[in-house]
């Protein structure tokens, strides 16, 4: 049995006016948490319909635990469980109604079909709101109902799109703090996200831009692509600090973080004694300033930029 449950060799997806996919090779393993990340357009929700079967490469080929989506689309489909990213479910229907209707689709029945429901109500916490209607649920107790749903089969597989766009910071950690289980259980995951700490979580991520893969690592080595060393600094004014900085023979680059700055040097240990100098210089207050890792989200910046400056479409 191959070690990849997900193949995809030169996956393309054209519409009449752009292609939205482009010459994707990827392999996930199974039982891997994959992340897909980029901006809006990137092509990660192309990519997530074509390795569920519910759209059809305009070239290339994916293959899902086994199956060609071109030639075995139903095989697939029972061993896939696929989120989109709207609320797909009936909004008219209650907890309870939508759990069986899914539970219809997939052919579960009987002693199978009732421990299941039970499982998954009280897998995300919905036991308590059975009768209550799909449409009257909170965003992120939706999210957790779409995903029951999509469990109720026991796929091999889950395909998530963007789950926990719209919804609160707490039903955000809720939500994966489930996949969280799934993943550690078995499941192999791929869920695309905007959010570039839930990208951190993720075994790998791929970075998608204009519909080409551009990267795809562990997150760390992502992270150790970013140029220099990483200094955070609580300074008052901000904006004042930054002017200061910016084009400094010293800084490689300057940002503004919330409010810190993220000053990027070749040499965090001996460029610290310069940068202070600099905004005392400037009439800046240092008021906390510490040696840190990149984040996700600065390095993703980063392989976007360079691929543009390198004349990357």
Known sequence: MSQFIISAEHLTRAFKKSVALRALDLSIERGE???????????????????????????????????????????????????PQRFSLYADLSVLENLNFSADIFDV???????????????????QFTDRRAGQLSGGMQKKLALACTLIHRPDVLLLDEPTTGVD?????????????????????????????????????GLLFKGVLIECSTPEAIKSNVPGQLIELHAEPLEQAQAALAGRPEVIEVKVYGALLHVFVDDASYRIPQVRDTLQAAGVQVKGLRVVQPRMEEAFITLIRERQQAGGK
């Open 33 to 83: 948490l994959f992340g897909l990340v980029g901006p809006d357009g990137a092509g990660k929700t192309t990519a997530l319909r074509l390795m569920a079967a519910v759209m059809h490469p305009t070239s290339g080929r994916v293959s899902v635990a086994g199956f060609d989506s071109l030639h075995h689309a139903e095989a697939i489909r029972t061993h896939v469980g696929y989120m």
């Open 169 to 205: 910071p707490v039903s955000r950690r809720e939500f994966w703090d489930i996949l969280t289980d799934l993943h550690i259980s078995g499941t192999t995951i791929v869920v695309s996200t905007p959010y570039m700490d839930e990208a951190e979580r993720c075994s790998r991520v």
């Open 109 to 127: 029945k009987g002693d199978e079909r009732r421990k299941r429901i039970e499982q998954l109500l009280a897998f995300s916490n919905l036991t």
